[in-house]
């Protein structure tokens, strides 16, 4: 069987691809005739990431799993047809058409997460029973810091309550003082972060402004590099498979973890409804990261597509450059991502 780079969508398999021998002939999957490879290039690393999974009625489709949290194939057509290959060729336990789920051993740090989140609301709240380190989660937060660089641009907005009277000083956009500091995803009541955007756009969804609304919204420049850790991460998964099946399941530990973390920092609320008491497990494992050394986290916007949020712990490592009022005047679609 014969396969062909047009098949992936994810950079690692693709560079694989370019590493080995081709001929052109008519892919196996798609039906191209183009530059192919011998399809046991792939059978390998395609029956450890199988092995992440175990049937279970309570689960999902494999195909929708594997393509909703790595997106290694082009289309779901095409993933569908590769794996059901990959499954007959394994002797899996389960078929194409069961529900799996990840193993144990492989969303064990994700189950304690959700575990924690239940116990920091309801049980013990400065002294919980669930200690982070029993799930080593130092290896997690306190030894992979991703790395913003200086000179990179962020935004802050406010918006302004007198039209009449913008904020236009610098100082004003910064982080606020600890007697206005509100509790929030991040931080506790009392205990100010600065929170910031990639983008100017995204500021206003995240701010809630409607037509007609002025905000003030700053610049701000990053002065040194930043150690973050970043709710985003995509592992690079064909490089762990090839080291080794401990590897992989470590890597998507780490994965599920982050990524369920960061969906939690990202859930909209509106503060007319919000209860305090749904920031304190995030709030939590914030302060788990800031005693650890990070400068801050970043995880996605869920109100604006393709947008994400810093939130820096403290703001001597950026400075605000400069001050634009804007006016709302069009109306704002609000989306997921």
């Known amino acids: 069987m014969r396969i062909c780079a047009g098949c992936f969508k994810a950079e690692d398999w693709k560079n694989r691809f370019k590493l080995e021998p081709k001929r052109i002939c008519s892919c196996s999957f798609c039906g191209k005739k183009t530059k192919t490879v011998d399809f046991e290039v792939f059978l390998s690393p395609l029956q450890r990431l199988l092995s992440l999974f175990t049937k279970n009625e309570r689960g999902g489709n494999i195909v929708q799993l594997i393509e909703r949290d790595f997106a290694i194939f082009s289309n779901d057509g095409t993933a569908k047809r590769i794996l059901q290959c990959a499954i007959q060729l394994s002797g899996n336990s389960f078929s194409l058409k069961d529900k799996v789920s990840y193993l144990g051993e492989v969303s064990s740090a994700l ?40 000179g ?27 007697e206005k500091a509100r509790a929030g995803r991040v931080n506790p009541y009392g205990i100010p972060c600065l929170y910031l955007t990639d983008m100017a756009d995204t500021t206003i969804y995240e701010l809630r402004a409607t037509h007609g609304d002025k905000l003030s919204v700053g610049k701000f420049i990053v002065k040194e590099n ?21 590897k992989l399941f470590e890597t998507v530990r780490e994965f599920l973890l ?11 609320v509106h503060r007319y409804d919000v209860k305090e008491i749904e920031y304190v497990p995030t709030q939590y494992i914030c302060e788990y990261i800031k005693v650890h050394g990070a400068d801050g986290v970043m995880f ?28 709302v005047d069009e109306p704002v679609m609000r989306f997921c991502q």
């Open 226 to 246: 930043l150690n973050i850790v970043d709710f985003n991460y995509k592992p690079l998964l064909l490089d762990d498979i090839y080291e080794g099946q401990e």
């Open 152 to 178: 990179t641009v962020f935004f802050r907005g406010r918006i302004n309550d007198n039209a009449n009277k913008p904020y236009t000083k610098k100082k004003e956009l910064g982080m606020p003082p600890r």
């Open 111 to 150: 189950m304690a997460w959700m575990k924690m989140k239940k116990g920091v609301v309801e049980e013990f709240r400065y002294f919980p029973l669930i200690n982070p380190e029993d799930e080593s989660w130092d290896k997690y937060f306190a030894s992979k810091f991703a790395v913003i660089k200086k």
């Open 300 to 327: 996605n916007s869920a109100v604006h597509h393709g947008g994400k949020n810093l939130v820096l712990f403290k703001s001597d490592k950026v400075r605000c450059t400069g001050v634009e009022v804007k006016t």
């Open 258 to 268: 982050k990524k369920q973390i960061g969906l939690d920092l990202s859930k909209p």
